[in-house]
């Protein structure tokens, strides 16, 4: 069984350059990883008045680049459950050398 057959990687390519063309090179604006998450609209963001929490959530946004990353994410987990289901493994629990 291929661990990452071809639409994996097809996969891959396209995500670097929807990232690379909505993002840039130059991550530089972007002092912490914090920041970039923010910038994407990726970050918690909430609301407290007095102690009490008004809003919670992340801010709503139309960023590509946010998508790709969501749509990302959701796919590598749809895989991961998918190796676990299917990959052979020993008694023992250990996975095989494929």
Avoid: C
């Avoid at 998450?37 to 007095?50: F, Q, T, V, Y």
Wanted: hydrophobic share 40%; charged share 15%.
């Amino acid at each position: 069984m291929a661990l990452w057959p071809a639409p994996h990687m097809a996969l891959f390519s396209i995500v670097n350059q929807t990232i690379l063309t909505e993002i840039g090179t130059d991550l530089s604006r972007f002092p912490t990883e914090k920041h970039f998450a923010s910038w994407l609209g990726l970050a918690p963001h909430h609301e407290i008045s007095g102690g009490k929490l008004l809003r919670n959530g992340t801010l709503k946004g139309n960023h590509r680049a946010a998508q790709t990353f969501r749509q990302t994410a959701r796919h590598l987990r749809m895989f991961a459950r998918f190796v676990l289901r299917h990959w052979p493994s020993t008694p023992d629990g250990s996975v095989p050398d494929a």
